[in-house]
């Protein structure tokens, strides 16, 4: 067999905090020439596309180092002894950044993986980690399961972080499925340009601008009188200016704070929060994770935001950065906003 060489992103500095970069990671080749699909189950996925996301920040705080990181990949089966994934199959799974690996029946059985053969071809397989991958799944269960806009009412919504992978496509789905009016937070002229021109949103705010949450509240008002959901992907000053604003049975998802990651501590402040004005206006507060939608678990997230993605009701942005070499940049690109859209790592 022609010798073959995989590649690993792995974490060789801690980063208790400020901003990750390619100081803290090496990345680690090895032989893969001996990789064979020898047993019943067994296949070898070869990565085209690698993730970089938000929550992996935490994991780089404490632990041992050095240790391989793991995320969301998309890949193509090149060699094959299990009958549901064949030959040239395009599997999303959440693995080792290892560029090429051997998964037998009960790696596969322990992982999350959703078959894209039918959704991507090998050329958009990004498309796999964005609008049909994680953050897809985390905007489609998060808006329809957790906020659950009523389409007759046309409720106003609210998302920060507007401009990234999930909140871009949280306010497209609320425009263009759920016939909300949307105002989007997020910083700098070139993205409150783009959410409203490009995603049609209705409203933008750029959080940049102001500095305390009566100031934000004051921004969101001149938008629209109250707000009916407020999708959190920032945290602190956003989610304070959103309660100020939620109108009666109004509702809040808590996605994501990423204003805390780059912290030692990662944990918010508390927030000034009188709490009493939640009881006689029935509003709810309440926290997900994007797993049971992306799994299949819950509801009909790949077929569902195929169609819609299809229909040109939402799309991504897409960030991307070439070569397994870049992934310390790309993820860097999330805490300092150079991202726009979902950051793909390409392999091929
Ligand atoms: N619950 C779940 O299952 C789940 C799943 C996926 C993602 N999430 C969460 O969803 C959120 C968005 O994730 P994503 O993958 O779509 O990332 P993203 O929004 O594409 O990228 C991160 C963006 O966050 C903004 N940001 C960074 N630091 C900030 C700060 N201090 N204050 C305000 N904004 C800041 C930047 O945009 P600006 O230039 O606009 O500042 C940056 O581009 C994150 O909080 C993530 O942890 C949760």
């Known amino acids: 067999m022609a010798s073959r060489t995989s590649k690993t992103v792995t974490l060789t500095k801690l980063i208790p905090s400020g901003l990750p970069s390619k100081e803290h990671f090496t990345i680690v080749e090895e032989d893969a020439s001996n990789l064979v699909a020898s047993d019943d189950g067994d296949l070898i996925l070869q990565v085209i596309c690698m993730s970089a996301d938000p929550y992996l920040r935490s994991g780089c705080k404490t632990g041992e180092v050095p240790r391989p990181m793991s995320g969301f990949v998309v890949g193509k089966v090149i060699e094959s002894k299990n009958c549901a994934w064949p030959?040239?199959?395009?599997?999303?799974?959440?693995?080792?950044?290892?560029?090429?690996?051997?998964?037998?029946?009960?790696?596969?059985?322990?992982?999350?993986?959703?078959?894209?053969?039918?959704?991507?071809?090998?050329?958009?397989?990004?498309?796999?980690?964005?609008?049909?991958?994680?953050?897809?799944?985390?905007?489609?269960?998060?808006?329809?399961?957790?906020?659950?806009?009523?389409k007759k009412k046309n409720e106003t919504l609210f998302v920060s972080s507007a401009a990234g992978a999930v909140g871009s496509m949280v306010g497209q789905l609320a425009k263009n499925v759920f016939n909300c009016t949307v105002i989007g937070s997020c910083g700098g002229e070139t993205k409150t340009t783009l959410i409203t021109e490009k995603f049609g949103f209705d409203h933008s705010i750029d959080y940049k601008t102001v500095s305390t949450s009566a100031d934000l509240a004051a921004k969101i008002k001149e938008c629209s009188d109250g707000i009916d959901m407020y999708f959190e992907n920032v945290g602190g000053m956003?989610?304070?200016?959103?309660?100020?604003?939620?109108?009666?049975?109004?509702?809040?998802?808590?996605?994501?704070c990423i204003s805390r990651y780059n912290d030692a501590s990662g944990t918010a402040p508390l927030n000034t929060i009188d709490i009493s004005q939640m009881i006689y206006t029935f509003q709810r507060v309440e926290g997900f994770v994007c797993m049971p939608y992306l799994s299949g678990?819950?509801?009909?997230?790949l077929k569902d935001m195929s169609e819609w993605h299809k229909e040109m009701k939402v799309g991504c942005e897409q960030?991307?950065?070439?070569?397994i070499?870049?992934?310390?940049?790309?993820?860097?690109?999330?805490?300092?906003?150079?991202?726009?859209?979902?950051?793909?790592?390409?392999?091929?």
């Open 297 to 301: 678990a819950k509801m009909n997230f």
């Open 87 to 150: 030959v040239d199959s395009l599997m999303g799974a959440a693995l080792p950044f290892t560029s090429i690996q051997k998964l037998n029946d009960i790696v596969l059985k322990k992982t999350i993986t959703w078959n894209l053969t039918d959704y991507v071809t090998e050329e958009n397989a990004t498309l796999g980690l964005g609008v049909l991958g994680m953050p897809g799944a985390t905007a489609y269960g998060g808006l329809i399961d957790v906020l659950r806009p009523d």
């Open 325 to 348: 070499e870049e992934w310390p940049t790309a993820f860097q690109a999330l805490f300092t906003g150079a991202n726009v859209g979902k950051v793909c790592v390409r392999l091929l």
């Open 238 to 256: 956003h989610f304070e200016a959103a309660m100020s604003t939620l109108r009666p049975h109004g509702r809040i998802a808590v996605c994501g």
């Open 319 to 323: 960030c991307f950065y070439d070569g």
